[in-house]
């Protein structure tokens, strides 16, 4: 069983750049394609983006393309998510998800594809 677990800086200005990492126990994430998902307050749960098993591949949601990056470190079970020049519109819960797939990444994963949650954190946007 695999667990995840995301952890970052909670409260952060307009403007700043902030790293979100998902550290996985209880397992290894290396074959597995890992998600950032986002839900904001009164919203429905959205995807964010998605990388690879391997890191070689990635798909963004058009929202976020541009300012948010993911990548991941298969030594440390790890993924991160970078976000540059972050908007008070990108206050919310920031989950980890982890699915397996063992080829590359062309669209969201669905729902019922996923096999892991991370328990999620808060990130907050002040203007």
């Known amino acids: 069983q695999v667990r995840l677990v995301e952890s970052g800086r909670g409260l952060v200005q307009a403007g700043d750049s902030l790293r979100l990492s998902c550290a996985a126990s209880?397992?290894?994430?290396?074959?597995?394609?890992m998600s950032w998902f986002r839900q904001a307050p009164g919203k429905e749960r959205e995807f964010v983006g998605v990388?690879?098993?391997?890191?070689?591949?990635?798909v963004y949601a058009d929202s976020v393309k541009g300012r948010f990056s993911i990548s991941r470190d298969n030594a440390k079970n790890t993924v991160y998510l970078q976000i540059i020049s972050l908007k008070p519109e990108d206050t919310a819960v920031y989950y980890c998800?982890?699915?397996?797939?063992?080829?590359?990444?062309?669209?969201?994963?669905?729902?019922?594809?996923?096999?892991?949650w991370g328990q999620g954190t808060q990130v907050t946007v002040s203007s």
């Open positions: 998800a982890a699915q397996r797939w063992m080829a590359g990444v062309s669209r969201a994963p669905r729902r019922d594809e996923i096999d892991y």
């Open positions: 209880g397992g290894t994430i290396s074959s597995y394609a």
């Open positions: 990388i690879s098993w391997s890191g070689g591949s990635t």
